[in-house]
T-cell receptor
Framework: NAGVMQNPRHLVRRRGQEARLRCSPM?????VYWYRQLPEEGLKFMVY????????ESGMPKERFSAEFPKEGPSILRIQQVVRGDSAAYFC????????????FGPGTRLLVL | GDSVTQMEGPVTLSEEAFLTINCTYT??????LFWYVQYPGEGLQLLLK?????DKGSNKGFEATYRKETTSFHLEKGSVQVSDSAVYFC???????????FGQGTTLQVKP
């Protein structure tokens, strides 16, 4: 029973490039959450998605960041025109039916912006 | 606003020592409380949880009790092992949202 999968595990981008982070939830899970962990800090909530819907994006920066969870395929977190301050670990979590259920985390994508 | 505060680390203990990691929270309503553990280079794993006041969560020898009167959820283990070395995160989730709010994490190092 595969857990939450994220790829790539490590991503290096130069300033101004785009970063695409992918998350495949656990089998049967239809709720996905994205969190960001800046160096020496705890995780901060970014966005909560259900298939084809954004439920809560209160933690998303207003510019350059977007997320989707299509009917088919993984959830994508997209960062346009990356800056050095975007360097962080990005974690995806999934839950089975709804937000009141346990969130299971993936291994994360470590983004480094040069 | 809603927040979680953990004791600062790193915490360094000898094997078989008693562990306490303090966690207090500020929240409106009645949150659910969680402890997650992160091993080096890995994602977070749920360690234990409690959903209402006076509940005790327990797993792998770790336990924590939801104390509404002191707004606390301290993590304890009677005898730590080297393999318990990791970063521990306390978190809360409000009843009407999927958002987890995390503390800053506490690094535990257990020496043989």
């Amino acid at each position: 029973n595969a857990g939450v999968m994220q790829n790539p595990r490590h991503l290096v981008r130069r300033r101004g490039q785009e970063a695409r982070l992918r998350c495949s939830p656990m089998k049967g899970h239809s709720h996905v959450y994205w969190y960001r962990q800046l160096p020496e800090e705890g995780l901060k909530f970014m966005v909560y998605l259900q298939k084809e819907n954004i439920i809560d994006e209160s933690g998303m920066p207003k510019e350059r960041f977007s997320a989707e969870f299509p009917k088919e395929g993984p959830s994508i977190l997209r960062i346009q025109q990356v800056v050095r301050g975007d360097s962080a670990a990005y974690f995806c979590a999934s839950s089975l039916r709804g937000y009141q259920e346990t969130q299971y985390f993936g291994p994360g994508t470590r983004l480094l912006v040069l | 606003g809603d927040s979680v505060t953990q004791m600062e680390g790193p915490v360094t203990l000898s094997e078989e020592a008693f562990l306490t990691i303090n966690c207090t929270y500020t929240a409106t309503g009645y949150p659910s409380l969680f402890w997650y553990v992160q091993y080096p280079g890995e994602g977070l794993q749920l360690l234990l949880k409690a959903t209402k006041a006076d509940d005790k969560g327990s797993n792998k020898g770790f336990e924590a009790t939801y104390r509404k009167e002191t707004t606390s959820f301290h993590l304890e283990k009677g005898s730590v092992q080297v393999s318990d070395s990791a970063v521990y995160f306390c978190a809360l989730r409000l009843s009407n949202t999927g958002k987890l709010i995390f503390g800053q994490g506490t690094t535990l190092q257990v020496k043989p």
